[in-house]
């Protein structure tokens, strides 16, 4: 196992600015997500990572080794890519043992290897058919397993699940959970899907225009924010503006427009302006201290939750009520309740 080191790492496409000095540790064994929009300079990282895009300017550490320049191939690192890239002329077992047979492995050792890499892909007994035989699932694992099986020092994973449905999503995600515990490999994976990375990830870093917005644990990135697109893009909030009236050891009074809110997670000076982030979950409908209040504009029943929107005097705000007993809340007067907790504090810029 080996870590992971970008040392102001940039990449320019002519006036375009890809990656835009880049310093991240990935550390050693870790299942590593680099996530964001589409544009945001993901791919682009993991593509310099993997040695296929030269550097415009920093450093790439495998550990202590410098391989900012070091080809593809010389790096030890497997890759899955986003379309698998599998030969359809060869079969399941072919494809795994290349890049053994290209670094000169013994057929012996190729037969061990190649079977103990279906094994751990739950491929084993599908091993003589070719590509097109095989569901999208499966290729997946084909290249999931074609990626391990010389035991490279780090795992490269551009999207690999963005082309399956969305029951095979859900199956293939515990899948590489498993596989890579197993095999304790410092994994980078690369996506626009928040649940994916959230579900999946030991660590994380948010992008945009090529730049760190925030990284950490997924729960530190979904629960603390650091600014409104972190927040907005790891997932479904409601931004109410206010000003920090007062300050004490358990947090802030924040004045809005809707009441005073008070929020335990707060290091805004007093005076300053600053938005609220709330998510729709972390909202109770009942009454009592830290409540907004407002009118049920709408509802949406979905069996095990209901999605309402309240009219505020803040503006809509979005609550998820988690088994609703009732189908609708149209048209009632409702106290929202927000834990001090869940109140985040975004300072605007």
């Known amino acids: 196992m080996l870590p992971i080191r970008l040392e102001k790492l940039r990449c320019d496409f002519g006036s375009t600015v890809a990656v835009d000095s880049v310093d991240l540790h990935i550390p050693a064994g870790s299942l590593y997500f680099m996530l964001g929009p589409s544009g945001c300079g993901k791919t682009t990282l993991l593509r310099m990572i993997a040695g296929f895009q030269e550097p415009t300017s920093g450093k790439i550490f495998f550990g202590d080794r410098d391989v900012t320049h070091m080809p593809p191939e010389k790096r030890n690192a497997g890759m899955v890519f986003q379309s698998y890239a599998l ?31 279906l094994e751990m892909v739950r491929m084993g007994h599908l091993a003589p058919r070719k590509p097109n035989q095989l569901s999208g699932g499966q290729q997946q694992r084909v290249a999931l397993a074609r990626a391990i099986v010389f035991k490279p020092e780090v795992l490269l994973l551009d999207e690999p699940l963005s082309n399956l449905d969305a029951k095979l999503r859900l199956e293939m995600r515990a899948e590489i959970k498993r596989i890579c515990s197993e095999i304790h490999m410092t994994t980078v994976y690369v996506t626009h899907d928040q649940k994916e990375a959230l579900s999946l990830a030991d ?85 009592g201290p830290n409540c907004i209040r407002g009118v049920c504009k709408s509802s949406l029943y979905l069996g095990e939750m209901s999605q309402h929107h309240i009219e505020t005097p803040a503006g809509i705000v979005k609550v998820f009520e988690l088994d609703p007993r009732e189908t609708t809340r149209a048209g009632q007067h409702l106290s929202l309740r927000a834990q001090p907790d869940t109140v985040v504090v975004l300072a605007e810029k």
């Open 203 to 287: 660590g994380m870093v948010v992008l945009r225009d090529g730049r760190i917005e925030q990284m950490g644990a997924p729960k530190q990135v979904y629960q603390q924010p650091s600014n409104s697109f972190v927040a907005e893009f790891m997932g479904e909030t409601n931004f109410i503006r206010g000003t920090v009236k007062s300050r004490n050891a358990n947090g802030c009074d924040i004045e809005t427009v809707a009441g005073m809110l008070h929020s335990s997670c707060c290091s805004a000076d007093v005076g300053a302006h600053v938005t609220l982030s709330i998510r729709p979950e972390s909202l109770q409908i009942t009454d």
């Open 87 to 117: 030969w359809p002329h060869l079969s399941v077992f072919d494809n795994v043992a290349f890049g053994l047979q290209v670094r000169g492995v013994s057929a012996a050792e190729q037969v061990r290897r190649v079977g103990a890499a």
